[in-house]
């Protein structure tokens, strides 16, 4: 039951990972969008 527990506190910490990963790239893309204007 613990194990389970550390299973899913892993799995938020990638999801976090991977949601500011998106925002990265797309604060990135809106940043190119503005230097291009």
């Known amino acids: 039951?613990?194990?389970n527990k550390h299973e899913?506190?892993?799995r938020k910490?990638?999801?976090t990972?991977?949601?500011g990963r998106w925002i990265?790239?797309?604060d990135?893309?809106?940043g190119q969008?503005?230097?291009n204007e």
Do not use: D, Q, Y
């Open 24 to 26: 990265g790239w797309i």
């Open 1 to 3: 039951m613990n194990r």
């Open 13 to 15: 910490v990638e999801e």
């Open 8 to 10: 899913e506190e892993r």
């Open 28 to 30: 990135s893309f809106v």
């Open 17 to 19: 990972r991977a949601v």
């Open 33 to 35: 969008l503005r230097h």
